[in-house]
């Protein structure tokens, strides 16, 4: 089995906010599954536009296939950022998981 593993980063009201289904699959004749998902406010204070346009997260996905991967779609997106390996892929959950836990106690609306 060969393993990859994948982050998107997005904004609420993307292609992939509700539907996740598209987002895993990207790389064909793959099982991927997601693996977390975080979203937090960017935006502080309140006004026009706070809670429509304020919205990022983050999703990630690890998939494993049987041969070699296809990872044109993946490549050709730049909000999806493609990790080398597994520890690479873990310490980053580990900073995403903190930084979204300080934004949503930062800006809890």
């Not at 909000?79 to 995403?96: G, H, Q």
């Amino acid at each position: 089995m060969k393993y990859t593993y994948y982050m998107y980063k997005g904004y609420s009201g993307d292609k992939f906010y509700l539907n996740t289904a598209t987002l895993i699959e990207l790389v064909p004749d793959s099982k991927a599954k997601i693996v977390k998902r975080l979203n937090w406010l960017s935006q502080i204070g309140f006004g026009y536009g706070y809670f429509n346009n304020s919205g990022k997260y983050v999703t990630f996905v690890k998939v494993s296939t049987k041969g070699e991967p296809d990872l044109t779609k993946l490549q050709s997106d730049s909000s999806i950022t493609i990790f080398d390996n597994v520890d690479e892929f873990k310490l980053e959950v580990k900073d995403y998981t903190i930084y979204a836990k300080n934004k949503n106690k930062q800006n809890p609306y």
